[in-house]
């Protein structure tokens, strides 16, 4: 028999609870209040965070397994929480040696602090993270913020926001920062809403953002670097994490479709039972990509220079596009099996929501625009051949 991590152990009742509201959380376009709560109630939102700190030093695996746990039950609580430990692990990467981020961080652990990210921009910048157009303005021991945030996750919600910036009004559109803003220190003027295909229940709202907070608040590292040597491999992931756990479902659900259809014409294998073996086929494809990547991710945080190198960079935008593509794919495949069962809402072998909340995958930062990036990269950079790299 296989045994659960610890934490996995912890997360049975919050996979529970997220399973239970899970449609209601779509059909609503709700946030995911009782799986959150019960998240909260498992004080599973700071483990990442270092034990002297209050946390428990928990590994990106462990929480990487966490999120494909719940990406089985309900894929916008998988999402929010993912949002929510990747911006835990830009604290706990880059701020360590920061008196503000030190004290952040207990905070996170001792009071199950729920962290929204805003990186997203209007006025043309979109996904293109590397770019913002709104600009920290310091005045003192404080620093003012305004930007069109045309989307952000769960922000009503929240209890702090990570925001990309540039350094100052009169810095380049990529020298940018990460400032942390708190309940209390912005205002949120609405500007868009969240009804969309899928994922439903992260409330992806758009705002204009208006902070004002002191200048420690402001992580001590260009943003640049944050991205490099965490954030874009955290996000890469922990999304395919969840991503996973949507596409695992998916076949599970397939599977037990072809089953029931087997037993009830015996001595015929079903038509579709070839497509569930297909489709658990690319399932392993996508845990073996994103087990090679933990590890690949692991390795590189050991040299300085290979997280800063091109190639872990193309290694990690790869993983983003071959897990999403895949994701689909594999719902594509397990819809077919289950035909018009799949189709319909409601039942067992349901998988409209599945193929809803999969579709966001290569649009979340569009697979084109990363393909655009990595194009750029290999004009340069020559391809490692070896097998074993
Ligand atoms: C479920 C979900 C939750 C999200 N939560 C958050 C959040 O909490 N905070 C946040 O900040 N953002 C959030 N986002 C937004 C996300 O981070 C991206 O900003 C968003 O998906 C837009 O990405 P994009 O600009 O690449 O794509 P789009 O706005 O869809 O634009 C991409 C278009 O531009 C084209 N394109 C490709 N390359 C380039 C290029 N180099 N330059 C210009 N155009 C190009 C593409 O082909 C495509 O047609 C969320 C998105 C989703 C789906």
């Known amino acids: 028999m296989t045994r659960n991590s610890p934490l996995l152990e912890r997360a049975v009742d919050a996979c529970a609870v997220a399973a239970k509201f899970c449609d209601d959380v779509d059909r609503q376009s709700r946030f995911p209040t009782e799986s959150m709560q019960a998240l909260k109630d498992a004080r599973l939102m700071g483990v990442m965070i270092p034990r002297e700190l209050g946390g428990e030093s928990a590994s990106l695996r462990d929480i990487a397994d966490l999120c494909a746990q719940l990406g089985q039950n309900c894929a916008s609580t998988a999402m929010v929480y993912a949002m929510h430990q990747i911006k835990v692990s830009s604290v706990v990467s880059h701020g360590a040696d920061h008196a503000w981020h030190r004290a952040f961080m207990a905070c996170i652990a001792s009071q199950q602090l729920l962290l929204g990210s805003s990186t997203t921009e209007g006025g043309g910048i979109g996904g293109d993270l590397g770019n913002s157009i709104c600009a920290v303005e310091r005045d003192g021991d404080e620093f003012t913020l305004r930007k069109d945030a045309t989307v952000i996750s769960y922000a009503t919600q929240c209890d702090a926001i990570l925001v990309t910036a540039r350094r100052a009004p009169d810095a380049p559109g990529s020298d940018q920062v990460m400032a942390t803003v708190l309940k209390g220190q912005y205002t949120l003027e609405k500007t868009a809403e969240w009804d969309t295909l899928g994922m439903r229940g992260t ?32 996000a890469h992931l922990l999304w395919g994490a969840l991503w996973y756990g949507i596409a695992a479902n998916a076949v599970s659900r397939a599977q037990a479709y072809i089953r029931a259809d087997a037993r009830k014409k015996p001595g015929q294998v079903p038509i579709g039972a070839v497509r569930v073996a297909e489709a658990s086929n690319m399932l392993q494809l996508m845990r073996s990509s994103l087990n090679a990547g933990m590890e690949r991710f692991e390795k590189a945080q050991l040299a300085n220079d290979d997280l800063n190198s091109m190639s872990f960079a193309i290694d990690m935008c790869n993983l983003k596009i071959g897990t999403s593509r895949l994701l689909t794919d594999i719902v594509n495949q397990s819809m077919m099996v289950c035909g018009i069962n799949g189709y319909k809402n409601g039942g067992p072998y349901s998988l409209g929501r599945h193929m809803r909340d999969a579709m966001s995958a290569p649009l979340m930062i569009n697979n084109d625009r990363i393909f655009g990036n990595t194009s750029n990269m290999l004009l340069v950079h020559r391809l490692d051949q070896r097998l074993a790299g």
Request: hydrophobic letters at 55%; one cysteine or more.
């Open 203 to 234: 409330c992806s709202e758009g705002f204009i953002l208006d902070a004002r907070a002191p200048v420690d608040q402001i992580m001590p590292l260009p943003f640049a670097e944050i991205a490099a040597r965490s954030m874009l491999a955290t």
